[in-house]
């Protein structure tokens, strides 16, 4: 405002205010105008930045929402990831799955389906759905064109109203549904593995409320590959598992024993292996691998079992004895090879038992000896007859000559030698024979043994008499000392197997010193014993006959002229064995030889067994 000057003239003075008072109003409108645009300037910031803040506000909190909602989904993942590694049941793992799922998603109704392409089936796992119940096949569903089938054939995630439902099967993508298909959206994602489509977990929703949305189907997707991790490393040992089963019931069937041995202990060994050993598993896996091997063949084994971990060649099949529980020795047959077990060097063997087949072979083989021997005892009975025999029939032939020729020319007293000769030469033919059907009949089974008192004294003099008698002029030849036991002693034997002990020991001492000497005869009691002793100087028997002596019609290389046909001292074996005695001889060439013969007595009758024992056979 300018400043007025004021003069005393009125008029002018009125004039003056008016126009300052113009003046006035005019600068009071401009402000006012100026401040109402100011007004509208502020109203106009304040709203933008109103707009701003609510603008900023929105974007915040929708940024806490993805946050949050990123926080899930990691919780989520990291939850499922972590229970398939817990060890759970598939089953409660896809359960535990399902739980998590609704986590992040409207998942009431949820189901996930496996796809086996070789079978051209489907089957499912898991399947949750409030209306379907559970009326559905789960297990080895064929293919058809359902909504499943569309998610695998066109291996994306699938987000279907209904409206997209009617278009579908209008298409013809979706004709074959089955399941209650009044949802509101379905949603399913297909699932990876191993490089391929292999199923497809889905979600569907029948509240009128709940639309999954695309977003919806990346989370799905996401959580299908976490399942389809898992659910390939279940697959992956679930199939382990039944190779191992597969294994293990091959192994714990077979009918061979089965073992690892490694550090020299048995790690591992069938059921077959306890039964074949005849020790109880447990016992044998907490022994040193040899504990139960024959010590005879313990060595070799543990030596055989050192070489093959060097890797030298051993081998890989061979039989070894084991001693069972029981104390029985049993035949196994083995192979061998060298393995790794639990990354160190191990050994795997299959034993079978070889108890029969070797027994067959033991059998076989005394078959054969006996085979072998009768053979022998055959060529050695030809041999003795066509030389014994052919003397007597020699003096029968000579003396039936000599009678038929010059009966009426010669004197009573030559006949009568002739006639004794032939007498004697059938005698001794008879004896051979006799002998001869003894050691057939023996061979059939032992001698029986029919006990009695005797009187050994009484029994030995009438032997040796009858013995002087038969072999006469012999006899005088050597020097006999003779000790018998007491007379009237009774002692409990079987006399007919005595009397071929004694006279065929007697006979031989008699007839193998034809230059006479010294014939010891000596019978005691020793204990409960009888010891047979016959003692001569004759012409001994060279050493390597001696084993060979007790043979049927074996003889001594350097018998020379002396007859016999070899069957007197198996006579003896004979009764000796089936009186449970021993005999044993003592020679040597040119100087004499000496048989003991040991007999058990028995100073009773055997109350229970009455007077006849059969005798067992035991070998001398
Ligand atoms: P036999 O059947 O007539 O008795 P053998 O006397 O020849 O005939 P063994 O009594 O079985 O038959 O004797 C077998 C063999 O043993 C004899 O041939 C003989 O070689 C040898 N031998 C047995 N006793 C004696 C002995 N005291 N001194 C020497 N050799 C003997
Ligand atoms: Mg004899």
């Known amino acids: 405002m300018n400043p007025r000057q004021h003069n005393v003239h009125g008029v002018e003075s009125d004039l003056d205010l008016r126009a300052q008072l113009a003046d006035l109003q005019r600068e009071h409108r401009a402000l006012l105008q100026q401040h109402e645009l100011l007004q509208a300037r502020h109203q106009a910031q304040q709203a933008s930045t109103e707009a701003w803040l609510h603008q900023r506000t929105r974007e915040l909190e929708a940024e806490a929402a993805e ?52 079978r051209q089936t489907l089957n499912f796992p898991y399947y949750v759905d409030e209306r379907d119940g559970d009326t559905m096949q789960t297990d080895d569903v064929p293919l ?15 987000l279907i109203d209904a409206r997209r439902f009617l278009r579908l099967q209008a298409l013809g993508e979706v004709t074959e549904a089955t399941g209650d298909l009044s949802f509101t959206t ?10 391929a489509v292999a199923g497809a977990l889905v979600i569907q929703s029948y509240e009128a409320g709940v639309h999954y949305t695309e977003s919806d189907a990346d989370v799905l997707a996401f959580v299908a590959n976490h399942f389809s991790s898992a659910i390939e490393r279940y697959q992956a040992i679930d ?33 077959k292996l306890a039964s074949i050993v005849g020790h109880p598993l447990d016992y044998l896996l907490s022994q040193p691998f040899d504990a139960t091997l024959h010590p005879d063949d313990a060595p070799a084994m543990i030596e055989r079992h050192r070489r093959r971990l060097r890797g030298e060649p051993v081998e890989p099949h061979f039989s070894f004895r084991v001693i069972t529980q029981q104390g029985e020795v049993r035949w196994l047959d083995l192979s061998a090879v060298k393995i790794e077990w639990g990354e160190a060097d191990a050994t795997l063997l299959f034993v079978v038992d070889a108890s029969a087949r070797v027994q067959a072979e033991q059998a076989q083989r005394v078959t054969l000896q006996k085979q072998v021997e009768l053979n022998d005892t055959k060529s050695r009975f030809i041999a003795m007859t066509s030389h014994e025999f052919r003397t007597p029939l020699a003096i029968i032939h000579g003396s039936v000559e000599l009678l038929r020729h010059y009966e009426d020319r010669l004197p009573l007293d030559k006949k009568r030698q002739s006639w004794q000769k032939i007498e004697d030469a059938v005698d001794r033919m008879t004896r051979m024979l006799e002998n001869v059907h003894e050691i057939g ?20 003099g009438l032997l040796l008499e009858e013995l002087k008698s038969l072999m006469g002029a012999a006899c005088d030849r050597v020097a006999w000392s003779v000790t018998l036991p007491p007379a009237g002693r009774a ?24 230059d006479g000497g010294e014939l010891v005869f000596s019978v005691a009691e020793a204990g409960d014993q009888l ?17 060979s002596l007790f043979k049927s019609f074996y003889r001594a290389s350097n018998v020379g002229p002396i007859v016999g046909t070899g069957l007197g001292l198996s006579i003896v074996r004979d009764a000796v064995d089936s009186h449970r005695g021993r005999i044993s001889v003592a020679s040597a060439v040119g100087k004499g030889s000496r048989f003991v013969v040991t007999l058990p007595l028995l100073p009773h009758p055997p109350a229970h067994a009455g007077p006849d024992i059969a005798a067992s056979g035991e070998a001398a």
């Not at 009949?441 to 030995?460: K, Q, S």
């Not at 007919?496 to 010193?513: C, D, E, M, T, W």
Request: one cysteine or more; aromatic letters at 8%; charged letters at 20%.
């Open 491 to 514: 002692c409990w034997l079987d006399e007919a197997l005595l009397r071929k002990i004694v006279g065929n020991l007697l006979s031989n001492a008699v007839k193998y010193s034809p």
């Open 531 to 547: 010891v047979i002793t016959v003692a001569d100087q004759g012409i001994g028997i060279p050493e390597q006959d001696q084993a």
């Open 144 to 158: 058809r064109r359902g909504l499943t089938e569309f998610v695998l054939r066109t291996e994306r995630p699938q």
């Open 239 to 271: 199939a382990l598992h039944k190779s191992e089963h597969r294994y293990r019931t091959v192994i714990e069937n077979a009918g061979v024993g089965v073992v690892v041995v490694q550090n020299e202990r048995m790690v591992f060994g069938n059921p």
């Open 67 to 118: 946050q949050k909602k990123a926080e899930t989904l990691q919780r989520v993942f990291y939850r499922i990831a972590e229970r398939a590694a817990a060890g759970l049941s598939f089953y409660d793992f896809l359960q535990t799955g399902h739980r998590l799922l609704g986590e992040l998603l409207y998942a009431r109704n949820c189901y996930i389906c496996l796809y086996n392409a070789e």
């Open 186 to 195: 379905w949603l399913g994602v297909p699932m990876q593995m191993r490089g």
């Open 441 to 460: 009949h023996a061979e059939g089974g032992p001698l029986e043994c029919r006990p009695a008192a005797v009187d050994v004294a009484a029994f030995c």
